[in-house]
């Protein structure tokens, strides 16, 4: 099992750049979730989906979009991507006891 | 929420071990205590949980207070790849599947 993955690594983008981060997983799990970690800090919810076709914003949902494509894939879009948006985000899903995170990817927005 | 309190960092010496604290005073009664770490630039990685009695896994055991409002993780053996901020997390039974909130966390440094 590759687990969680996340596409891409790296990216950069400018002010009012679009993008999308891709999120897959292939534990057959209900759930799944966008983080985000900005330097020295905890990680916070954007984003999460109980289940396929379902989606609820968490603690940071403004400026951000969500498609749960699948019952493998969850994705965050980017519209009009903002200096304060560079982070890492990480994509989890579960059931439980843990939630299992993907690599994370690191966005820049210049 | 519950919050959190923990220690912003703490040392250990290589292969001995580690018990790093957490104070949830404000814990509810159906809320488990979830245990997190963060290996440097990689995703968190979960470790354990408990409700009311010790546990013990392959990577750590986790003790409760009778009161539940702390708990210690303790590690064994410490080893250079146990370097990694550790998160205490209390989550609600009712949403295993929830979302996890995240505090600072405590960075562990392991000298050799």
């Known amino acids: 099992n590759a687990g969680v993955t996340q596409t891409p690594k790296f990216q950069v983008l400018k002010t009012g750049q679009s993008m999308t981060l891709q999120c897959a997983q292939d534990?057959?799990?209900?759930?799944m979730y966008w983080y985000r970690q900005d330097p020295g800090m905890g990680l916070r919810l954007i984003y999460y989906?109980?289940?396929?076709?379902?989606?609820d914003k968490g603690e940071v949902p403004n400026g951000y979009n969500v498609s749960r494509l699948n019952k493998r894939e969850f994705s965050l879009r980017l519209e009009s991507a903002a200096p304060s948006q560079t982070s890492v985000y990480f994509c989890?899903?579960?059931?439980?006891?843990?939630?299992?995170f993907g690599p994370g990817t690191r966005l820049t927005v210049t | 929420d519950a919050k959190t309190t923990q220690p912003n960092s703490m040392e250990s010496n290589e292969e001995e071990p580690v018990h790093l604290p957490c104070n949830h005073s404000?814990?509810?009664?159906?809320?488990?205590i979830h245990w997190y770490r963060q290996l440097p630039s990689q995703g968190p990685e979960y470790v354990i949980h408990?409700?009311?009695s010790n546990v013990n896994n392959r990577m750590a055991s986790l003790a409760i207070a009778e009161d539940r409002k702390s708990s210690t993780l303790i590690l064994h053996r410490a080893t250079l790849r146990d370097a990694a901020v550790y998160y205490c997390?209390?989550?609600?039974?009712?949403?295993?599947?929830?979302?996890?909130?995240f505090g600072q966390g405590t960075e562990l440094s392991v000298k050799p």
């Open positions: 997390i209390p989550h609600p039974i009712y949403n295993q599947g929830g979302k996890l909130i």
């Open positions: 408990g409700l009311t």
């Open positions: 404000t814990i509810s009664g159906t809320d488990y």
């Open positions: 989890a899903s579960s059931p439980p006891p843990g939630q299992y």
């Open positions: 534990m057959n799990h209900n759930s």
């Open positions: 989906s109980a289940s396929e076709g379902t989606t």
